[in-house]
């Protein structure tokens, strides 16, 4: 599998955006799929993962209620809204396709990562 994110940009802080992960050569809609993103400097850290058929997802906690994840499994896509963006969600988004139906916290259930996108949300 193939991921490509996109739909990163600057953005105010306030404001909103929706990046979008596509898969590519097979199918990703048999497994969980996490976002996860790293800041300057910062480790690679967590932000929202969803289960195959969209039923589970998981969100870290400082993203609650201002994120979404959902997919669409007849496109080959999921993606995450951001909405009222702090400075501090500034990063590069990083898509992952895990080896199981469920999406996790952990980095150790994904196999395939994509190259990422910038979000940069200035104050």
């Known amino acids: 599998v193939q991921l490509q994110a996109s739909g990163g940009g600057l953005v105010q802080a306030g404001g909103s955006l929706k990046i979008s992960c596509a898969a590519s050569?097979?199918?990703?809609?048999?497994?969980?799929v996490g976002w996860f993103r790293q800041a300057p400097g910062k480790e690679r850290e967590f932000v929202a993962a969803?289960?195959?058929?969209?039923?589970?997802?998981l969100y870290e906690d400082s993203v609650k209620g201002r994120f979404t994840i959902s997919r669409d499994n007849a496109k080959n896509t999921v993606s995450l809204q951001m909405n009222a963006l702090k400075p501090e969600d500034t990063a590069v988004y990083y898509c992952?396709?895990?080896?199981?139906?469920?999406?996790?916290?952990?980095?150790?259930?994904?196999?395939?990562w994509g190259r990422g996108t910038l979000v940069t949300v200035s104050s």
């Open positions: 992952a396709s895990a080896r199981t139906p469920y999406g996790s916290r952990n980095v150790n259930p994904y196999n395939y």
């Open positions: 050569r097979r199918t990703f809609n048999n497994n969980g």
């Open positions: 969803i289960s195959w058929n969209g039923g589970v997802t």
